[in-house]
């Protein structure tokens, strides 16, 4: 059964600070990966999809990488501010699954 | 463009009864999936609509069903309402290919009492 685990599952951090949240994947039959943030009570907004042919992926101050041997992405978020506080999820494409499978997220508290 | 729309935003319903909820996808996507999100269980996936016809479907009971209109614009349907069904109902739509980068829409709050 393919699991997606989001480490850590909560993160508070000052502003400015750069910092990198944790997505690990079982399956290694990918296709691609997606990060999302997620404000509370609302949709989730798309932020990078990185292909499996491709090792990252990057938009403004957020980079995102994918290592598919060892089952893993990361995503930077350089100089963080307080409108990134919210909820990142990634989700596994993967060749088999014909679906979207999320891990439980990661919610960021950047702080003034 | 237009973003995802879902209506209602809010519903409250008691045990027993149904409730339909609708999703218009970005003009010119065809794929619509819906998904359940619950404090406990996180993002789970319902199922995928392509051209109208179901084409992935996630581990849920028959009692949630959907469809999808020549349009595009897709309704959930859950029978029987359980306390447990109460979650936020999101859908997504995509061009094509379900692993097409997914648009989010906003998402119907239900609650069952």
């Known amino acids: 059964k393919q699991e997606v685990t989001q480490i850590p599952a909560a993160l508070s951090v000052p502003e400015g600070e750069n910092l990198v949240l944790n997505c690990s994947f079982t399956?290694?039959?990918?296709?691609?990966l997606q990060w999302f943030r997620q404000d509370p009570g609302k949709g989730l907004t798309s932020l990078l999809l990185?292909?499996?042919?491709?090792r990252e992926q990057t938009s403004g101050r957020l980079n995102a990488s994918l290592d598919k041997s060892s089952g893993r992405s990361t995503l930077y978020i350089a100089a963080s501010q307080p409108g990134d506080s919210a909820t990142y999820l990634c989700?596994?494409?993967?060749?088999?699954?014909?679906?979207?499978?999320f891990g439980q997220g990661t919610t960021l508290q950047v702080k003034p | 463009k237009a973003g995802v729309t879902q209506t209602p935003r809010y519903l409250i319903k008691t045990r027993g009864q149904q409730v339909t909820l609708s999703c218009s996808p970005i003009?010119?996507?065809?794929?619509v999936s819906w998904y359940q999100q619950t404090p406990g269980q996180g993002l789970q996936f319902l199922f995928e609509?392509?051209?109208?016809?179901?084409?992935n479907k996630g581990n849920f009971p028959g009692r949630f069903s959907g469809r999808q209109f020549s349009n595009s614009r897709s309704e959930m349907n859950v029978s029987t309402l359980e306390l447990g069904d109460s979650a936020l109902y999101l859908c997504?739509?995509?061009?094509?290919?379900?692993?097409?980068?997914?648009?989010f829409g906003p998402g119907t709050r239900l609650t069952v009492l």
């Open positions: 003009s010119g996507h065809r794929s």
């Open positions: 609509y392509f051209s109208e016809t179901q084409r």
């Open positions: 989700a596994f494409g993967g060749s088999n699954t014909g679906k979207l499978i």
């Open positions: 990185i292909q499996s042919s491709q």
């Open positions: 399956d290694s039959a990918i296709y691609n």
């Open positions: 997504a739509s995509s061009f094509g290919e379900l692993y097409n980068e997914q648009f």
